[in-house]
């Protein structure tokens, strides 16, 4: 099992930055891959940004030069720069963790935080 604590949602005004944080604990493989996804009401859950253990990184269109994703892997930790935010970004953004391969692949979520941007 893989435990995934996330922490830094807030409201902030459209313009404004926020910086997340998702801390990893459990049994953490050392090659894995950790990502942000963003939901909201009666919506489907959208990929943010992911970045491998090795740094690979994918960040979605819709963010693409205002979110900045990172990790520090001895702290088992991710963090989601987002700068410029928009009314749009508004959503509960869930921490991710993916590791292994079919069968083995094991994923797992945090418990979500809130991201409000006002207008």
């Known amino acids: 099992q893989v435990q995934l604590v996330e922490s830094g949602g807030a409201e902030v005004q459209a313009g404004g930055s926020l910086r997340l944080s998702c801390a990893a604990s459990?049994?953490?493989?050392?090659?894995?891959?950790m990502g942000w996804y963003r939901q909201d009401p009666g919506k489907q859950r959208e990929l943010v940004a992911s970045?491998?253990?090795?740094?690979?990184?994918t960040v979605a269109d819709s963010v693409k030069g205002r979110f900045t994703i990172s990790r520090d892997n001895a702290k088992n930790t991710v963090f989601l720069q987002m700068n410029s935010l928009k009314p749009e970004d508004t959503a509960v953004y869930f921490c991710?963790?993916?590791?292994?391969?079919?069968?083995?692949?094991?994923?797992?979520w945090g418990q979500g935080t809130q991201v409000t941007v006002s207008s």
């Open positions: 991710n963790y993916d590791a292994g391969t079919w069968p083995n692949f094991k994923r797992f």
């Open positions: 459990g049994s953490i493989i050392s090659r894995n891959v």
């Open positions: 970045i491998t253990s090795g740094g690979t990184t």
